[in-house]
């Protein structure tokens, strides 16, 4: 097997990197680099902790910058309500964004013959079609193209002309649809309201439960930065009738999101001790908050909570996150669905599914 990365941009991506990892025969494993995006997540200490696992050789910060970084592209964003003018813009802008990123480029990319990009709706998937190198697309969440397709969504109108065009590397469509893009791996076909011929289905779970226990430590090390005074003190909590809320980055608005919190505690969780694992988005101080909840420190997927042995919720609490289907640890699991944000927020702002 060749030389390989991947780029991350959330604590989720980096936890399917390192089970794709664990996943390989013995003498392929610790051969790979990581990249971590500082675009949208604060990945506090984890470069430091993914060093001294071991798992990859170099770990490296991509520093891209969002296009909102460079003011010359505004004008090729807005909305003419022509298509043909519409286009033109489009082109310009592929181009533009992909040269402008390659001064924040940390990563000779060149170099690896597979490279695996989480959402490469960022702009690393505008540099990389920029220059020219193939790579492997990723699924940014466990099935989140359920909830909303970005290449669908971000496209509507001509998308099969649009998707033509960036088969052809003219414009540029994230999900598959790029043509240096050489396939997209995802978790479940099944849930999918479209499909893409570069679709690859790698379901996740059978590689969470291909983890022996040193590799499940391993794991819980990477992402805590005290994992043993961790399991400690969560155990003495969450027995008896405890139940976990996974809170969200959505909707933005910070007080929306106080509001969501108070109103599922007080309408679902009466009579239990509360348990809330923020999202590393979610920058809310819920310990300030709710001091009469438990609230999980540090950053990391909730399913790294599978591998805490001991630990027993009655129910677990979200939105709309696929990540439930993956919960190991609680007797019941409760998805209210994306129209309970419609109480806090203009359902434009995330009914996604309408495309």
Known sequence: ????????????????????????????????????????????????????????????????????????????????????????????????????????????????DDIYVYCDSDPIGYYLNYKHIYYHAMEDGLDCLKYLDGAHYDNRGHFKLKAFL???????????????????????????????????????????????????????????????????????????????FLTQPHPKSEEARVRICHDIIKEYCQGCHVVIKPHPRDLIDYAALRPDCTVIRGKFPVEVLNFL????????????TTALDTIDFAEEKINLGDTFWDRYEDPANHNWRTV
Request: aromatic share 12%; charged share 25%.
């Open 1 to 112: 097997m060749g030389k390989r990365i991947y780029v991350c941009h959330t604590f989720y991506n980096v936890y399917v990197s390192l089970l794709k990892e664990f996943n390989l025969p013995e003498g392929e494993q610790g051969k790979a680099d990581i990249a971590l995006s500082t675009m949208s997540t604060d990945f506090s200490g984890l470069q430091e902790r993914l060093a001294s696992s071991g798992v990859f050789g170099r770990i490296y910060l991509l520093e891209e910058k969002r296009d909102s970084y460079f003011p010359e592209l505004a004008k090729y964003k807005r909305s003419y309500h022509n298509i043909v003018r519409h286009l033109y813009n489009r082109i310009v802008y592929t181009k533009k964004l992909g040269k402008l990123e390659e001064a924040y480029m940390t990563v000779d990319f060149r170099q690896y």
């Open 166 to 244: 960036s088969s052809l590397n003219v414009i540029f469509i994230q999900n598959g649809y790029g043509k240096y893009c050489l396939d997209m791996e995802i978790n479940d076909l099944s849930c999918l309201r479209h499909t893409c011929p570069k679709y690859k289905v790698v379901p996740r779970k059978p590689l969470e439960l291909a983890l022996d226990s040193g590799q499940k430590r391993k794991m819980l090390h990477i992402f805590m930065e005290d994992a043993d005074a961790f399991l400690q003190e969560l155990g003495e909590k969450a027995s008896g009738d405890c139940i976990l």
């Open 309 to 320: 042995e001991g630990i027993r919720f009655k129910k677990v609490i979200s939105i709309a």
